[in-house]
């Protein structure tokens, strides 16, 4: 009897064994996709002060950067009504990290935007706690003052809890 249930442990033991390699096989996700957006380098959270010439207007404000997923090298701009009511579609240059646009709908109020010297830089930030980040800049101006000129300057976020504003 105790030969038979040594032989049955070996046995299921082996099946255990063939089953647990088998599953650990690689095959089928050589054809997995992670889904990349064409603006994915640019898209992110971002913490942006806004001033003009008389000076700061709003600081350490949200925006999000996200791809539109249009496929037209666009991607939306949103502040969550944290900095100047701005949300809309930016066009992008995803080789020169740059974007603009002209009389886009702000849709967070009835006006246009226009957005010129958009540009992200790769590691050119320092966040609050002093980690290296990418930088934003870009000037906006709107169809309810058409002659002032707001400049929007920031830092990515960094998902640490001591660079949060």
Known sequence: MKIIQNNLSKVL???FTMT???SCENDGYDDYDLGTTPSV????EWYINGSDASGLLF????HVTYDSNEGNNTMYINDNKTGWYLKGKVV??????TFSATAEPNLLDSGTFTITEGKILKGAAHSRAGNVTDSIYFKGV???QPTRVITFAGHKRTGFLEDNY
């Open 20 to 22: 647990v390699l088998a």
């Open 41 to 44: 380098e640019m898209n992110g």
């Open 92 to 97: 992008v240059d995803t080789k020169a990290l």
């Open 142 to 144: 709107f169809s309810y």
């Open 13 to 15: 033991f082996g099946i």
């Open 59 to 62: 600081e350490h404000a949200k």
